[in-house]
């Protein structure tokens, strides 16, 4: 698992497992994800409204990911658990 710096107050995570799943932070919550997926690339992002700046983060990670604008909403509960669930400690890639 590493960490990727992607500007202020804004992160990546990813997993390095069997989806390549990947986890956007925004100052210290989960707003976002993409797996790979038998059928391609998708992307999900949570249902929450939260900042204008968070939302940007969003959008413009999807945008920098090749997304099509078609991300699935998911509850936040969903982020959070996803994100709970890591305890590996991560290492940091530039």
Excluded: C
């Amino acid at each position: 698992m590493t960490l990727k710096n992607l500007g202020a107050h804004k992160n990546e995570i990813r997993l390095n497992d069997q989806y390549d799943t990947r986890v956007l932070v925004s100052y210290e919550t989960p707003v976002a994800y993409r797996q790979l997926l038998a059928d391609g690339v998708k992307f999900f992002q949570t249902e929450k409204k939260w900042s204008r700046t968070t939302s940007k983060h969003i959008t413009q990670w999807l945008n920098d990911n090749e997304g099509d604008g078609s991300a699935m909403v998911v509850p936040q509960s969903s982020l959070d658990l996803l994100f709970n669930t890591l305890d590996k400690p991560m290492t940091e890639v530039k």
